[in-house]
């Protein structure tokens, strides 16, 4: 009996006990068709792709089996086997599959698998030769112009209509597609990830008007070859088209958006709830158009007489995190955010006790401070009297803090709660007393990472005798090139075995 003659049901039970690796089941699905589906099917589920690199291996897999073709193949297990296959992950050879297929495949099976798009590199695929139809669109122009030299002379005041002419006659008239657009319109994709993807303004503007109605969340990444010279014309396309975004994160090169495209995403997307961008600091004034947002990031420097202009209220933001301030800015203008829980700020060398003083009055409960050097003793001691903040992030080196700013840290007032995260790159002045308050007055302490001192200097071995700091005191030294102690012990993780442990615990969810 051949082995196509077999019940399936022989062939999915050999599948289920087998405990086949990846290896085994590539082999398998050589063998037959049965074995070829099923094989492939199970290869697919364990791997929940997501990136470039993962399902292009997984193209390669099926390249050179006769059974199942790779657009076949994918469009069989996402239509017969939606209970058992994970959200649908599209890389470029998928792109054009659906782009030539669109009208076969079936919308009411397939639209709700197409939810969640992660694309690396992706370059704008049009329906004709890029260059030649530039070449054949030149040479019209250069016939057209011809003409309306030639026509110009024996019409008066008839530009206008000879250009209209030059226009039907002359202008080559190219059907316009794109591979992408055209995917986003066979479903209901709510999650896009772009990574560096070049497309020209023509090509973006199809893309958001595709992905207009269903769009909610989207990440884009540019870097110096994008095919549009100026990002703000992106963002003004999202802020026009998709106006139920509820994330939009963009990272830009170090190239500022304007403070018009900016706007015109605040006061359109009135779901919005989440924007990482590169914006103008002309737009700090007018961040409050938009009171859906409850999550900002400004990713490029922000002057501190803009911020300082900062009067209305947003009282549902609770997240703020600012790349760079320059200039003043004593941070008054934090009380407009009564709610905001999470405050970062990256590059601030004019943040003084002032400043300080201003966060020390809101209701945070996390703040990371990147590169903040004027951080004094005083300022340590404002921190550890707010009532609500716990998790506490300091980084760079810190010159004028001493021992007793630390000291000033870990003795919080009664009732104050307990830290749970404190992170310190510059422990210099940190000495065994620090430790010892952590030690016996804050039990909710769940992370502690201190750097950047010197071992054998204000600490030693015996400095932690008695602490459930010790352990990760001797480990650290013991195995780690530069100085630090981080508890509990981050251990170096363990290299999973197959493929199906790597992805365990992954969530596809943007």
Not at 267 to 273: F, R, V
Request: aromatic content about 10%; some cysteine; charged content about 25%.
């Amino acid at each position: 009996m051949l082995l196509i003659q077999v019940p399936r049901e022989i062939h999915l039970s050999i599948i289920e006990t087998g405990g086949l690796s990846i290896n085994e089941l590539k082999s398998l699905s050589f063998t037959c068709r049965h074995f070829a589906h099923l094989c492939l099917a199970e290869i697919w589920k364990s791997r929940k792709f997501i990136e470039n690199f993962s399902l292009t291996k997984f193209r390669e897999t099926l390249s050179n089996n006769p059974f199942m073709p790779y657009g076949d193949f994918i469009l069989k297990i996402k239509v017969d086997e939606l209970d058992k296959t994970p959200q649908i992950s599209i890389d470029a050879e998928l792109i054009k599959f659906f782009a030539q297929k669109s009208c076969l495949l079936p919308f009411e099976l397939l639209g709700d698998r197409l939810v969640n798009l992660s694309m690396v590199a992706y370059h704008h695929l049009d329906d004709y030769d890029d260059f030649d139809a530039q070449d054949e669109q030149e040479e019209g122009v250069k016939n057209g112009e011809t003409k309306i030299t030639e026509l110009s002379s024996l019409v008066n005041g008839g530009q206008q209509i000879i250009k209209q002419m030059y226009n039907y006659y002359y202008k080559p008239k190219v059907e316009f597609h794109d591979a992408l657009s055209e995917t986003i319109k066979l479903g209901n994709v709510k999650s896009i990830r772009l990574y560096c993807p070049k497309m020209t303004e023509k090509v973006w503007e199809c893309f958001t008007r595709s992905a207009a109605d269903s769009l909610q969340a989207i990440r884009i990444t540019l870097n110096s070859s994008t095919m549009v010279r100026d990002p703000s014309t992106i963002v003004s396309l999202f802020g026009k088209y998709c106006k139920n975004l509820r994330t939009f994160d963009i990272d830009t090169y170090n190239i500022q958006i304007s403070k018009e495209s900016a706007l015109l995403m605040l006061e359109n997307c009135k779901k919005l709830e989440t924007l990482d961008i590169s914006a103008s600091s002309k737009i700090a004034p007018f961040l409050y158009k938009s009171q859906s947002i409850n999550s900002l990031y400004l990713s490029y420097p922000q002057e501190g007489q803009d911020l300082n202009q900062i009067k209305e209220m947003m009282e549902n933001l609770t997240l703020l995190s600012f790349l760079k301030i320059d200039g003043k800015c004593n941070l008054s203008f934090l009380k407009n955010f009564p709610n905001l829980d999470y405050l970062q700020i990256g590059d601030f060398a004019n943040m003084d006790d002032e400043g300080f003083l201003n966060i020390s009055k809101t209701k945070i409960t996390e703040l990371i401070l990147v590169k903040t050097p004027k951080i004094s003793d005083e300022a340590l001691s404002m921190m550890s009297l707010m009532p609500t903040l716990i998790k506490f992030n300091i980084r760079d080196r810190l010159p004028n803090v001493t021992q007793r700013g630390w000291i000033n840290l870990a003795k919080r007032p009664v009732g104050n709660p307990s830290w749970q995260v404190i992170t310190i790159d510059d422990g210099r002045q940190i000495n065994p007393e620090f430790f010892k308050i952590l030690d016996h007055s804050h039990h909710n302490l769940e992370t502690l990472r201190i750097r950047g001192f010197s071992y054998d200097n204000l600490l030693k071995d015996d400095s932690f005798d008695n602490l459930k700091f010790k352990e990760a005191w001797v480990y650290y030294k013991k195995h780690s090139q530069n100085p630090i102690i981080h508890w509990p012990i981050k251990y170096n993780a363990k290299r999973p075995s197959n493929v199906r442990e790597a992805y365990d615990g992954y969530e596809g969810s943007y």
